[in-house]
């Protein structure tokens, strides 16, 4: 049986990944339009594209950081 | 040691020889193959393109016409002896296989027209087969007479209206698809009246007009007839071609190797011939300026002198200009130079990262993916693409880099003992090696530190570069972000994983915050890198993060997946479908994100604390032989 703390704790560390989730989402909508439309004109910047696309990226992986650590001190795993 | 970390040296040099001399130092400077021309800025006279250059450019338009005409081989080999430039014009001019090519060539492109024009006129002739038509004649007479085709369906009903009209002739034919109709009328009203529904069904496409123009149509003869001669024609037409082309093969076979010899030879005399208009020229001398890597003065010194005997001088010139950057590691790592140039090139007067960015990208790679068997998998599959693409091209560069990271990736999964997902420890082997889930903890804290070790090196390149650039203070601020790296993550592991006293931690707490305002003060308009300090260090958690991603997805589809009889042979099938699309899957995900990420943190995180880039790449006066070999010296 899970406790009420430990519940809580699991549902913090949901929403953290939510957020950076939600957050890379919307920074990639713009990142990836743009992108295209720039690759359209200059398909030799797919690289460069690519390399930004994955920029936002880090937001999701603050929420993963922070979610590992909340159910460390839930003690969860 | 500091060396690894900087491009190679380079010296400018102005080049004087006597103008005599000029074709010989050309050919050898050529061949030597460590000269990068610069136009000089001596108020000296231009030089010119060698005299034979427009002929030479005649020539190889015309080799590369005939080459692109032939068939390629799959295999190009062999290894022809160069021609200097005077004799490869003179071979060339007696060379008749290049003509015969051409002759070829043209017939072929004059039958493929007729062939055109020939299945037109055997489809309009055909179609009116089992009519006495002669169709030769219709243009000839006085009456207004049209030919059309059009579907049947449509068109039949309103030709059947037509039978008997006055002022109308028509004849029709019939192969129940499609209807072949000729039209004559008189102009009267009674039959202009008559056909106006077959023309408004003309006019919206129901039928179109056929070409009695053609040439094959002006044959004097019945259709039916027309067809079989038209049939025949268009055979030995086919006939012909395929026997031009069976010869074009038989030409590509003995002579494609020597024809791609040719414009070679041509490349390389072109090449040597357009490069004196590098050159400056008084009455007597040739002068050359250029950069050379530093280490091949001397040969370059002794070859030169060889060639001219002794009657040449060579001095450094002293340049404000950023000399070209050369990166030179060996064959193996060469994907890694060309990643470089292709992102953005070190400059001559910075660190060059290039050795740091291949061990970490190894790193992270193999720590994002960790698995053995994906790791094999991927070596097959980077394997494969290196033998068939273009070495020249990205493709086979990326990988390259691929192949590379296989290793690491082997490496990793031993270490955590993963294998497709699955634990050897739970079958055959006693080794359990460091598992994932169990030790997420550990492996954010190896993420971390590989994070700060990173940033260190990068912040101390960065402090390098301005302390060469006499920008002192930044070059200062550089230092004290390193302080507040690593001050910062013993005071995290002091303060929240209770790692020293108090007193210690707020020594090491107090030390961060002194330093960190010490990098906003010091670094200026930099200074806002202060504040990328602690997101930059944990942006390298997502080394754990991707890892323990391609593991936790492995294991579920492992779970769910793995084949099993106890259900029956069709739920076996199916499982093993699922079990490899799902594996093959997290694996391509696994490797695109592992080389995505990889790369992103040497970029974002690692370069932005000292590259700047841009760097003109070092481009030799240097040819590369595929086909032909250097021409024997006659002494």
Known sequence: MIGLESAIAAIGAGLAILGGAIGTGLAQEGIGSAGMGLLAEKPESTGQVLLFLVIPETLVIFGFVIAILIMLAAGLI | MMLMFETEPMQKLRII??????????????????????????????????????????????????????????????????????????????????????????????????????????????????????????????????????????????????????????????NGKEVFFAIASDKSEEAEKALSSLYSAIRQGAA?????????????????????????????????????????????????????????????????ANASSNFKKTEKTSIIEGWVPKKKLDKLEEMLKKETKGKIAMEPIASDELAPTLLNRPKLLKPFDFAMVFFSPPRSDEIDPTWVFIFAFLIFYGFMVSDVGYGILSLILATWVTKVTNPEGMTYNAAKVWQLGTIPAILFGILTNQYFGLQLDQYFLPFRGIDWVKNVTSFMLASILLGIAELIIGLSFGFVNKYRHGEKLKAYSKLTSIGAIVLGALFTYGAFFGGFEKGINMLTGISTLVLFVATIVLGGSEGSEAMSLLTHTLSYTRLMGFGLTSVMIAYLIDLAFTPTLAHGILVFVLLVIAFLVLHTLNMIVSIFEGIVQGVRLNIVEFFTKFYTGGGIVFKPFAYKRMLTKEEKVVK
């Open chain 2, 17 to 174: 020889f006597l103008a005599e001399d000029k074709p010989r130092v050309i050919k050898a400077l050529h061949k030597f193959g460590y000269l990068d021309f610069r136009k000089s800025k001596l108020s000296l006279v231009d030089d010119s393109p060698l005299a034979y250059a427009t002929q030479l450019y005649e020539l190889l338009v015309r080799v590369e016409g005939a080459l692109a005409i032939l068939p390629k081989p799959k295999k190009i080999e062999g290894r022809f002896e160069h021609l200097p430039a005077e004799k490869l014009v003179k071979v060339l001019g007696k060379e008749k296989v290049v003509q015969e090519i051409y002759d070829i060539a043209n017939r072929v492109s004059m039958l493929e027209e007729s062939k055109q024009e020939l299945e037109e006129a055997l489809y309009i002739a055909s179609g009116f087969s089992c009519t006495s038509i002669n169709l030769s004649r219709l243009r000839s007479t006085k009456a207004s007479i049209a030919c059309y085709a059009g579907e049947a369906k449509n068109l039949e009903p309103l030709l059947a209206s037509l039978h008997g009209t006055r002022g109308i002739a028509l004849q029709e034919c019939s």
């Open chain 2, 208 to 272: 179109k007009e056929l070409n009695l123009d053609n040439k094959y149509l002006q044959e004097d003869m019945q259709a039916r007839q027309l067809a079989r001669k038209l049939k025949q024609a268009l055979e030995e037409n086919e006939e012909e071609r395929s026997m031009l082309k069976a010869k074009l093969e038989k030409i590509a076979k003995g002579h494609y190797a020597k024809l791609a010899a040719y414009a070679e030879m041509l490349h390389i005399e072109l090449d040597r």
